[in-house]
């Protein structure tokens, strides 16, 4: 498999997938004291201070502030994903964990709801982020957790708010018109042209015979191992 970050040590990867995850699971920018501590202080928060700067040089990281620690960038958030896809070995029992959670729950509930609305649930309530499931042979859209979603943009501009408002109403519409290259594809802050806002990440998985899409809008701090391995799961048993 063709390498992306090979301008990355072996190192630097695996400082930098930690950094992520921390920043996902502490919501704030992180030090390298916080590091350090993360790591049982296998490394110095000095050394750990000069990984950091290497990898923001190279444009993995950003600091928010001249005190603050460091968040990821959309690059350093793109690693995070692709390397989550690669690692196999570290979610099969989780996989079939929520392969075996999914069918109990579909021979619960499918007699008063939809297998569409019960996908979207499940995806929703395992990673608490607004979710959806499109039918590109109906034209048929279901999503669920816009709770989720609104508690995390508390601080959203009202002008972001309008926008992010249009593109849920029209998501149905923009699913059809999106290009969807990949089995799991990405699209991290600006680089979703129907949406454009900073704080965002759109996941959608795609099934085999491009009958079904589904996927979640979230925060970029949502960004767990657990949430990729959940949605890609769920895609697997659709499939």
């Excluded at 990984?51 to 960038?73: A, M, N």
Aim: aromatic share 12%; glycine share 4%.
């Amino acid at each position: 498999m063709v390498d992306f970050y090979s301008d990355l040590t072996l190192r630097e990867k695996e400082l930098l997938k930690a950094i992520v995850e921390l920043y996902c699971k502490t919501k704030k920018p992180v030090s390298s004291f916080d590091l350090a501590k993360h790591l049982n202080y296998s490394l110095s928060p000095a050394t750990l201070r000069n990984d950091s700067l290497l990898l923001t040089e190279k444009g993995y990281l950003k600091k928010i502030h001249s005190f603050s620690g460091r968040v990821p960038t959309d690059k350093g958030l793109r690693f995070y994903l692709f390397s989550c896809l690669k690692e196999n070995r570290r979610w099969k029992s989780l996989e079939r964990k929520i392969i075996d959670e999914t069918e109990e729950f579909l021979s619960r509930f499918q007699r008063i709801k939809s297998f569409q609305e019960i996908i979207t649930e499940i995806i929703s309530r395992k990673l608490k982020s607004y979710s959806f499931f499109y039918s590109y042979e109906k034209g048929e859209i279901f999503s669920k957790g816009l709770n989720f979603l609104m508690s995390e943009i508390s601080d959203l501009e009202e002008e972001h708010l309008d926008k992010l408002g249009i593109f849920l109403d029209n998501l149905d519409e923009i699913l059809e018109k999106m290009i969807l290259k990949e089995e799991i594809n990405f699209f991290i802050g600006k680089e979703n042209p129907y949406l454009e806002l900073e704080p965002f990440v759109m996941i959608v998985a795609l099934n085999k015979k491009r009958k079904n899409a589904l996927g979640v809008l979230a925060h970029k701090r949502n960004l767990y191992f657990k949430n990729i391995v959940i949605l890609k799961a769920i895609k697997n048993f659709i499939d």
